[in-house]
């Protein structure tokens, strides 16, 4: 049996996901033996060719008993659209594949509510009368302080809100009729039925982080200061996990112990073919794929060669900027410029018509074959949705080398200790001039 198989962790939970100035929001995280991946949940039509849904419209109808059946939190107050927080037993059957927990309520009978705090929606629901059509969209990344359950088999009790202030943080139900005295019976075969249009609620991936020499930490970068429950994976290309915070304790210590040891694993894995068991040695990959290696006495002449290979990437990328390769999408001939101001590029070939083009700060993941094509995982600036863009390369190294030397390089330039060491950059670019040489063929 092998070692490296039996020791490799696979393992799926609920975190937080903190990115940025956003406020947590849940995620799920699997973790498989070469990559974690990081989830977002988003509502998908499912009736034909899938797609991500933008705004959908839900007409519903009171029922005597249980009113419109709905909970909702949120608001303006809290800077958030109002979202349905629960959806009774007996609504869920017919509301399924139409509205979800957790989504955000836009409009009311055609009254534009997105701005609107908690009471004022609850107001507008109470008096829309026997009939509401609901303009929703699914809120992606709904804070964590909402407590939204995860899945659509949470219902929610009637109860009789007719008097006194509804809370943005709890569940305002809404199950009042319109017409006290009315006793007509609407059962929820009388609502009106769906247009055709069916979607479904699914776990989407939002960010991909490839786990062969990674790293990861639980402090704040330039300090000690540990976050508590709380780390984030870097990858080597510079892609970054965001801060994933557990929900315990033990939960973190079990995730980060599982992905040390896929970590581990790889990089054994990687290393396996070294020559020699010497303290301080090195490899260079070229282009085509042949491993150099190299070995020295001194850690510090180690440390001294790293850094000049460094310098030595930095520069030759300040150099030339940018990079064209050929590739292929779809049996047709393309292009990819990796340029070090505006990022990736691809074009056809023949009229130089752009396809698309993104930020270095949008690659969100890769992953290659080993042979041919590598898959690119960008997040749309506008959607915020994760597009997937492959393409086959005849020379798969060189191109992976580029992409991590442009990154590397970007990385280097928004480092103040790299850049303000011009002196020791300068002295280690003049003796990394073989290894440049060898480094970028």
Sequence with gaps: MDFRTACEETKTGIC?????????FKVRLHLAKDILMIQEQDVICVSGEPFYSGERTVTIRRQTVGGFGLSIKGGAEHN??????????????????????????LQINGINVRKCRHEEVVQVLRNAGE??????????????????????????????????????????????????????????????????????????????????????????PGTDLSRQNAFQVIAVDGVCSGIIQCLSAEDCVDWLQAIATNISNLTKHNDSDLLDRRKHCFTVQSESGEDLYFSVELESDLT???????????????????????????????????????????????????????????????????????????????????????????????????????????????DPLFLGNQATASAAASSATTSKAKYTT
């Excluded at 130089?352 to 690659?363: D, M, P, Q, T």
């Design 16 to 24: 937080l996901l903190q990115d940025g100035n956003q406020e947590p």
């Design 80 to 105: 958030i659209p109002v979202v349905v927080s629960k959806i009774s037993k007996e609504q869920r059957a017919e509301l399924s594949g139409l509205l979800f927990i957790g989504d955000a309520i």
């Design 131 to 220: 009939e509401v059509t609901l303009t929703v969209s699914f809120l992606k990344r709904a804070p964590a302080f909402l407590k939204l359950p995860l899945n659509e088999d949470c219902a929610c009790a009637p109860s009789d809100q007719s008097s006194g202030t509804s809370s943005p943080l709890c569940d305002s139900g809404l199950h009042l009729n319109y017409h006290p005295n009315n006793t007509d019976t609407l059962s929820c075969s009388s609502w009106p039925t769906s247009p055709g249009l069916r979607w479904e609620k699914r776990w989407c991936d939002l960010r991909l982080i490839p786990l062969l020499h990674s790293r990861f930490s639980q402090y704040v």
């Design 304 to 414: 001294q060669w790293e850094r000049a290979f460094q310098t030595a990437t930095f520069l030759e990328v300040e150099r030339i900027q940018c990079k064209t390769y050929a590739c292929v999408l779809e049996s047709h001939l393309m292009g990819l410029t990796i340029d070090f101001s505006t990022g990736f590029i691809c074009f056809d070939a023949a009229t130089k018509a752009v396809l698309w083009r993104y930020k270095f700060s949008h690659l969100k993941g890769s992953s290659d074959d080993g042979k041919s094509k590598i898959k690119f995982l960008f997040q749309n600036p506008d959607t915020k949705q994760i597009e997937a863009k492959e393409l086959e390369f005849s020379n798969l190294f060189a191109v992976l080398h580029c992409i991590h030397s442009f990154f590397a390089a970007k990385v280097a330039c928004l």
